[in-house]
């Protein structure tokens, strides 16, 4: 039978509202036999509002309408329709659309009805979920702040959402000429030509629309916008709309802005100073170098041998041979300490030529405090340097005829003082002799002469004591300085004089040494005779020049250390005389004065051989008890 194999279920009413037929497939959805669809279940007629066997199977909530809405059919001849929830052989309930259309005799009277039954449980519960994403997605287009729009494959507008029109404050139509084109009177007169060859070009041509312009507002004003739009294909690959999108990027234009003329202010600060700019990784790797420290060394870092570090490859390509080590040393210091990098050293110019520079470096970190950058300045400072390097040999040369015509001074006055009671002793000794001589001699005038000769003597001793006493008088003024701070003092005085001879001073000392009181001019002056010794003794070296100044305990007294890595001592034995020196300048007093002063402090003074090379100075201070 055909209609067995309908889809659905098939089904027949007579005239009343009673089954008279029903496929197996309808029986068996809602459990019952023909007989139970029909029971009336009030013992009132189904038309007469009585309840059938068959609204058993309908949902509580769907019982009354289903009823109604099938009497009104009966009652009135016209086509069922209805929507209700069925209770199917496995507990559930699965939504069903059952319609049925009348059956009439030659007289119009109806005979009888007959329906079918359709599942249509994935529609209704697809409808809302249909309808609830639309509503969301209608939401979601009228509260992105962004403006939405469309238009159709050949342009004319479509539509717009609803913060377009809050925003610009124009409708769809105003926005619409009378041939169906875009306006673009929202556009900045200044930008719309552009607007719209790039919008028509992607009519055109397919390919998606993005454009910059600026865009008038509600108020009157205008913004900077993005437009992009993507046209929309059937499955033939024919456009069929296109939508688009606006979004305010006026902040981020006029930001970018700013930054592009911070920007190039600060690269034309760079060109501009004078001085030569790098800038390094983390790890001090090269990533930048300015015009002026690219002309000065003549390369760039593109340039550099790869088969090492850019750094190293740096240092050993511009920094002189003498400064490298010490240049390597604190540059490591840095990296691992992230303190900032200071240091003088010579610097190859492309020419060939060394010459003076300051350097300096610091750190840029994160929020975090995490180094990201090194940022170094490097100024040329020759000229400033050979200006110090001759000033200070001017001075050297003024202190040394100061020092000579003191000395001669010194000398003049003594010879003056001592002079006259020396002359007096000849004298009266030339006398005595003469008395002696006589014939017969003259004791007694002999004996006078020699009274003279002893008395003009201790005159004589007596003018050296007070020229001595006079010198203690001036000199001796102890007291509890820390000796420390008298080594670094002359450790400062020294070290530009150590960036010129390319040398490093080091000081390492031991803590809580306390000396017995000691005269901090002369103590100073030994410590700066002791170490300028060093460094013009490492001025022709070509090894590592370091100066080392070692204060530490011994034997109950401190012990203070001065090695350099010179050429070493020649006349150990010599040394410390008065008057013998092996500098062409010299005098031959330092050391002997050096020595005089550490013992009248109660200290010695020695010298040694330093390994593996140069000479050490040593001397001891006693400490207090």
Request: net charge negative; proline share 4%.
């Amino acid at each position: 039978m055909v209609a067995e194999n309908l889809y659905g279920c098939a089904w027949a009413l007579d005239a009343s509202g009673q089954f008279t037929y029903a496929t197996a497939t309808a029986q068996a959805l809602m459990a019952m036999t023909l007989s139970e669809l029909n029971l009336l279940l009030d013992k009132r007629p189904f038309l007469d509002g009585g309840e059938q066997g068959w609204q058993r199977s309908a949902h509580p909530q769907d019982r009354e309408k289903v009823g109604d809405s099938l009497r009104r059919a009966l009652r009135s001849g016209q086509d069922w329709n209805c929507e209700y929830r069925i209770l199917r052989a496995d507990g559930s309930y699965v939504w069903h659309r059952a319609a049925a259309r009348p059956i009439r005799d030659s007289q119009g009277r109806i005979t009888g009805w007959y329906g079918s039954t359709l599942d249509i449980d994935v529609y209704m519960r697809t409808e809302p979920a249909l309808v609830e994403r639309e509503r969301l997605l209608q939401q979601l287009i009228d509260t992105v702040p962004a403006l939405f729009w469309s238009t159709n494959a050949n342009g004319t507008p479509a539509y717009i959402n609803k913060p377009f029109t809050k925003v610009i404050g124009a409708s769809l139509a105003a926005m619409t000429a009378d041939d169906g084109s875009p306006t673009l009177s929202i556009v900045h007169p200044e930008d719309r030509e552009a607007a719209r060859q790039a919008f028509h070009t992607s009519l055109t041509t397919g390919i998606p629309y993005i454009r910059r312009y600026r865009q008038i507002r509600k108020d009157g004003s205008y913004r900077w916008t993005e437009s992009r739009a993507k046209p929309l294909r059937d499955e033939h690959g024919t456009i069929v709309q296109w939508y688009g999108v606006s979004t305010d990027i006026h902040d981020l234009v006029t930001a970018q802005d700013t930054i592009e003329k911070r920007e190039r202010f600060l690269w034309q600060l760079v060109a501009k100073l004078p001085a030569m700019i790098d800038c390094a990784d983390a790890n001090g790797e090269p990533i930048f170098r300015s015009q002026q420290l690219q002309e000065f060394l003549g390369y760039d870092l593109e340039e550099l041998d790869t088969k090492k570090s850019r750094l190293a490859a740096t240092l050993d390509a511009a920094v002189h041979p003498d400064d490298l080590a010490s240049v390597k040393e604190i540059y490591a210091h840095s990296l691992a300490t992230g303190e900032p990098y200071l240091k003088k050293h010579r610097l190859r110019r492309f020419d060939g030529v060394y010459r003076w520079v300051e350097t300096r470096a610091a750190p840029m970190r994160d929020t975090d405090g995490t180094i990201v950058q090194w940022n170094v300045i490097c100024l040329d400072i020759d000229g400033e340097v050979r200006a110090q390097e001759n000033l200070l040999k001017a001075q050297q040369r003024l202190a040394s005829a100061s020092q000579a015509t003191r000395l001669a001074e010194v000398s003049a006055s003594i010879a003056h003082e001592v002079n006259q009671p020396l002359s007096a002793v000849i004298n009266y000794s030339v006398a005595c002799q003469r008395w002696l001589a006589a014939d017969p001699p003259n004791f007694s005038r002999a004996q006078r002469s020699l009274e003279q000769i002893i008395h003009s003597a201790n005159s004589a001793v007596n003018v050296v004591g007070r020229i001595r006493a006079l010198f203690e008088q001036a000199t001796d003024q102890r007291d509890c300085t820390a000796l420390t701070e008298v080594v670094f003092e002359v450790k400062d005085l020294l070290t530009e004089e150590g960036h010129l001879h390319g040398a490093r001073i080091v000081v390492t000392c031991e803590a809580h040494l306390r000396p017995l009181p000691f005269d901090r001019v002369q103590i100073q002056q030994v410590l700066f005779n002791l170490m300028r010794n060093g460094l013009d003794a490492m001025a022709g070296s070509v090894n590592e020049k370091l100066l080392e100044i070692r204060i530490h305990n011994a034997a109950g007294n401190i012990q203070v250390e001065i090695s350099d890595r010179g050429k070493g001592i020649a006349f150990p034995e010599k040394i410390f005389e008065p008057f013998f020196t092996t500098k062409e300048q010299g005098m031959g007093m330092g050391l002997a004065i050096c020595r005089t002063i550490i013992e009248a402090h109660g200290g010695e003074l020695w010298a040694e051989r330093n390994e593996p090379e140069g000479a050490k100075f040593i001397f001891t201070l006693p400490v207090e008890k």
